[in-house]
């Protein structure tokens, strides 16, 4: 199994557009800092099968972007591209929009999702003229049969009932926001992708304890960073976000449980978006560390 890290920042992008915060700034002073909303493209033992983990803003510029996604090699067009959602969030969803141009997309989400995005953001009628949208339900982690895409088994592992903000009076359901997890059925090799953290559970630290490569939610370093930086009222945790530093933050439940990971759906108030910045020294020395640009994981 092969990821393909193909964005790295939270929904905004680094730069953000409408943004001259410190972080923004930098990316626009140093083009290497810049970063794409976060997604991956993981791929099967078969290097012709893969799929899309999010459907970002950025999707058609991060397929472009890495020559194992194109078309090419006898096919002139990608006719169908398998997608699967964590989440009903804008800045990983919206990428469907651009990839109208495939014959069909086959999407896997959740169950309120699903709801979501064909109620509240009425994808289905949106899409329906351009191409053709077949959803499929993304089986819950320890709720039977994971599905099986690009050769691999997934499952979502429910983490919150964080709903997007567009469908914020919707019911709540512990699948809102999943961690995807993968295994590589024929190594037995297995991945962890959650961008969003709202609150660890023991199943959680279970599953991040024993999987090869995890991808965690770095949106903020400190609980207090939306405040103090003007991006909300809110603290992290309560927009949905655990915070990576201090007592209740990830490093420390991941120093606990020995865990390595990569930190990804960076926000540009970040510090960590500054690859000089001085937080970076005391997360490596706990294995821990935020996931490049293009980064290429073999497991
Ligand atoms: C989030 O991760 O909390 C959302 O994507 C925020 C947003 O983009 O509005
Ligand atoms: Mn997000």
Known sequence: ????????????????WNCACPGGAGARRHPTRRRLHDGLAVHGADPGAWFLANATPDVAEQLEDHSALRPGAGQERTPVVPVVLTD???????????????????????EPVHKALTTRLPLPDILAPYTELTWHELPLTDAGQPARIAGLEVSALPLSDKRPRYAADEPAHPAWSAALEVRDPGTGASALYAPAVASWSDLLDHEIASADCVLLDGTFLHEDEPRRTGVSRRTASEMGHMPIEGRNGTAERLRRIGARVHYTHLNNTNPLVDPDAPQHERLAGLGLRVAEERMVVSL
């Open 1 to 16: 199994m092969l990821l393909r890290i193909l964005g790295t920042a939270a929904g905004g992008g680094l730069p953000q």
């Open 88 to 110: 009903a969030e804008l800045d990983h969803t919206l990428g469907l929009l651009r990839l109208r141009e495939a014959a069909r997309i086959d999407v896997w989400c959740t």
